[in-house]
């Protein structure tokens, strides 16, 4: 027997602001805070240049744009992120990289499903100033509902991960065990 282990629908935010309003979409959408993980730098990534303005008005409102939002979620934590600094958020994928994910964001959001493409992509992008937001969904009906949600928000993307697939055919230590 085959079975997917979880499913998510991750999107990505150039705005604190817009990522903050997502999640309140969320809630309003009866989405439980359990299913919901929200990530970012906890500084607004170097200003291109000609951009002194964007990172002014960025270091005013980051992270503390998302902290209303976030509160549903049970306020946010900070963690050290291997190659990315300290970052900031909420939900299952911050509690992962706090707990021990060896630091990894890559591996906290494979432990919520991500395959190892889709986690190292993510990371990317908040690396690049992006805020991420990763919800648990059940189906594929679910995850359009989610999606719409966040993309009525300003989702810059969205992916709809299925799981990843595991089954019974071997689970022994190996040969001569």
Not at 58 to 72: C, D, I, T
Not at 75 to 95: C, K, N, P, Y
Not at 128 to 134: D, F, I, N, P
Request: zero cysteines; glycine letters at 14%.
């Amino acid at each position: 027997m085959v079975r997917l282990t979880s499913r998510a629908l991750a999107g990505t935010f150039e705005d604190p602001a817009d990522a903050a309003r997502a999640i309140e979409g969320l809630r309003e959408a009866h989405v439980e805070p359990d299913q919901v993980s929200v990530l970012l730098r906890s500084e607004p990534p170097p200003a291109k240049p000609g951009g002194r303005e964007r990172e002014t008005a960025a270091r005013g409102r980051w992270p503390r744009a998302l902290a209303p939002a976030v509160h549903w979620l049970g306020g946010l934590v900070s963690a050290e992120a291997a190659g990315l600094g300290r970052v900031v958020g909420a939900g299952a994928a911050l509690d992962a990289l706090a707990g021990g994910a060896q630091g990894s964001l890559v591996g906290a959001l494979e432990g919520l499903g991500l395959p190892l493409w889709g986690a190292r992509s993510y990371q990317e992008q908040v690396r690049q100033g992006r805020v991420l937001v990763v919800v648990a969904v059940p189906d594929r009906t679910v995850a359009e509902q989610t999606r719409r949600v966040l993309a009525d928000y300003g989702a810059v993307e969205t992916f709809y991960f299925t799981g990843r697939l595991y089954g019974t055919a071997y689970h022994g230590a190996g040969p001569g065990a």
